[in-house]
């Protein structure tokens, strides 16, 4: 049987809190059009547009709503034009932790009219949200009901939350020191989490190891290249053996051999493949770890389309080719769904991005462009230290604790860039807030054909 999840986005979420709980002690309701993040042991709803109830046109009391038919109809209209599913949201502003008895005939009535009025045979949902912030619900399906396995809010700060009574993880002495400092609580999160990393070389060896080291459930590693000579500078846990080997082969033995239990999904092929895509939107959260313009910005893309917490690194050092260092730097870029992107930051351009394709695809005309000028700076590359590469990975790693466990003095919202200049020792934050108009019209938009809107990711042609 499928487990059902539901995304949130920070941004959602703190439109449904404010629509839900209008401050007068009564039951609200909204209604939201959701993507889907189909996979074979999982379905997840990704929020992707909210429809509030007007309060005049409900009747409310503080343990019951009910709304007129009508404001349903308009949202059907939208959920089959777009292939979207339905979901319903409450509030319980008593603190009821379940569904009541009057949501249950509520439910039946309504997703029997969304399932004969949009006849696709899909699962919808109904959710409630407490006046803490929490949310919990189930998929209504042909089947009947099932309680969502987990539900996220992708914001400022990283929430989860888990079926109650669904059975934390066993600790053992390994993780006593872990325990000690972020508590059960925060340590069972981490253990069930499911966290993507693209690019395993200097810097995303560094992101893998602290991972590993926090014992969370699993890793999915994605990286076509292999270890070379000049790698070993730099990638942790590859030695001189290991040339000539997938780096997320090396990694995933390397995090399996310390004995934690976390899993690892080691896929040696370039994310720029459908099955890369697919695999990194089941993630839970995300850590970019490449130097390529391309990579980013698709990565961006995927966090947003399947409303997901993305960590990019970066670290840039400039020698003078007199042993001296004109430049070294890292930055780490938090990227919310619905918020502001990496081309919005100027972390890179589109001309870039275009290059870097063409280079990819079309090797031949990258070239010629280059030559006659279209092209600049194509080969310009940062020469990699280790000690560098592990101090960025560090602030990224603490950045998302400092979001799944709030432990720091300063306001999350000042920290979505994280810049570190080692010249000078000097660590600075920034606040990026902006709305990215590329990116937010697909926030939640979830499985598309083709994959993020793109033809080149067309998963018809690909073998499952």
Known sequence: MNKYSLRISGRHHDQLRRHLFPGDGLEAVAFALCGRNRTDEEHIFTVHKVVPVAYADCDRTPISVTWPTEALAAILDDARRQGLAVMKFHSHPEFFERFSKLDDESDAETFASVSAWLDDGEPHGSAVMLPDGRVFGRAMTEGGEQA?????????????????????????????????????????????????????????????????????????????????????????NAGERHVGEYKVDVLKRAVEAMGLGTKVDAIPRNLYDPVCVKKIAHCDVVFGCMDTAEGRHLLNRIAAFYVQPYFDLGVHLLADGEGGIDEASGVVHYLQPGGSSLFGRRAYTLEEVRAEGLRRTDPEAFQAERKAGYIEGADEKSPPVASLNCTIAGIAVNEFLSRLHPFRSCDPRDCDVVRFNFMETLTTKESAPEECPLLAPHVGRGDVEPLLGWSSLSMREVEP
């Open 148 to 236: 969502f396995s987990s539900v996220t809010v992708a914001g400022d700060k990283l929430s989860f939350w888990y079926q109650p009574g669904d059975c934390d993880p066993d600790f053992d002495g390994k993780l006593a020191a872990q325990l000690q400092l972020f508590g059960s609580g925060t340590t069972a999160r981490l253990r069930r989490l499911r966290i993507g990393v693209v690019g395993c070389s200097g810097t995303g060896s560094f992101v893998v190891e602290l991972l590993g080291r926090l014992a969370v459930g699993e890793l999915v590693l994605i990286d076509d290249d292999r270890v070379e000579d000049r790698n070993l500078n730099r990638i942790v």
